[in-house]
C-alpha cells in the first residue's frame, strides 16, 4: 500500500479496482484543518483523467498489478509513437495521449521503460534526467549575466526550456524531467 507521503509525479497506483499513474500532485497544509493532498490521476486503460483529493496521512492507494519492459523508441508516425521490445523484438504502438509529455523527452533509438498492464502497453517511465541536444537558441549575450538568467533554448524534440546565457546550438544538455528544467552542459 502508498500511503500520500510516497506521491510522486509518475507513480502507478490502483485507485477504486482501477490503475492509474499521478499527472500532477500538491500536498496542501490549510491554516485550520488537516492537510491535504490534491491529485491529477491518469486512468492507464482508458486515459481518462480524475482529479481526486487524499487526506494527507490518512488515506492509502493500493500497488496495481503491473509489469515494466525495456523498450527501445523506433520512430513516430505523427499518430503513434512505435518502441520494439530488446529481448523478444515485438513491436508495440502508444498514441501520443499515452505517451503524453514524455514525448519531449523520446531521442529515436534511446531505451525507455514502458509500463505493461494487462498484457497491454500502457504507458512510459522516464529517467529522471536525459541527455538532449540544443536545436535553437539566441546568440550569447556580453555582459547580461548580472540578473542571473538565461535565455530560452529548443530541444531536439521540440522542448523549450531555459538555459544559461553560454549555451549553444548544438550543446547536449542533462535535463530534469521531472521539473523540465537545465541541469549541466555534458561535456
Known sequence: MYQTTDFRKGLKIEYENNAYTIVEFQHVNPGKGSAFVRTRLKNLETGKVLDVTFKAGVDKVGIPDISFSEMQYL???????????????????LTAEEVGDAKYYLVENSVVRVTIYKGKAAAIDLENFVELKVAETQPNIKGDTSSGGG????????????????????DVLKVDTRTNKYVEKVK
Open 75 to 93: 520512430y513516430n508516425d505523427g499518430e503513434t509513437y512505435h518502441f520494439m521490445d530488446n529481448k523478444t523484438y515485438d513491436q508495440v504502438g
Open 151 to 170: 535565455k530560452p533554448a529548443t530541444m531536439e524534440t521540440g522542448l523549450t526550456i531555459t538555459v544559461p546565457f553560454h549555451i549553444n546550438a548544438g
